[in-house]
Nanobody, 128 residues
Framework: QSQLAESGGGLVQPGGSLRLSCAASGFTLYYHGVAWFRQAPGKEREGVSCISGTGRYTKYSDSVNGRFTISRDPESNIVYLHMNNLKPEDTGYYYC?????????????????????WGQGTQVTVAS
């Protein structure tokens, strides 16, 4: 069964860092575009970052640009989201999503309908 599983969330103080992992099982992330989305309480889910299937193209939302970095480790079949200088407004449930749609091989975006596989999410709370 093809699945994605997020891990690495938790409680962190403002200014702190976390690394989220998105691990695939039952399929390889090779040539899959992968995106991270988050949903804060009372708000709609929003795209945070994505990486193309080739790994050469990345995209960040304006709110996290310069603080978050997305990367992929082909050998471990994991995509990471490195989050630095975290702010209270980064609090939310973080999901990863993936698909090997042709449109996601060389580029990526936050159009949720393009992503077939979704994880269950992991909670990130930024508070002092």
């Amino acid at each position: 069964q093809s699945q994605l599983a997020e891990s690495g969330g938790g409680l962190v103080q403002p200014g702190g860092s976390l690394r989220l992992s998105c691990a695939a099982s039952g399929f390889t992330l090779y040539y899959h575009g992968v995106a991270w989305f988050r949903q804060a309480p009372g708000k709609e889910r929003e795209g945070v970052s994505c990486i193309s299937g080739t790994g050469r193209y990345t995209k960040y939302s304006d709110s996290v640009n310069g603080r978050f970095t997305i990367s992929r480790d082909p050998e471990s079949n994991i995509v990471y989201l490195h989050m630095n200088n975290l702010k209270p407004e980064d609090t939310g449930y973080y999901y990863c999503a993936a698909n090997n749609l042709a449109a996601l091989v060389r580029q990526c975006d936050f159009w949720e309908a393009k992503y077939e596989y979704w994880g269950q999410g992991t909670q990130v709370t930024v508070a002092s």
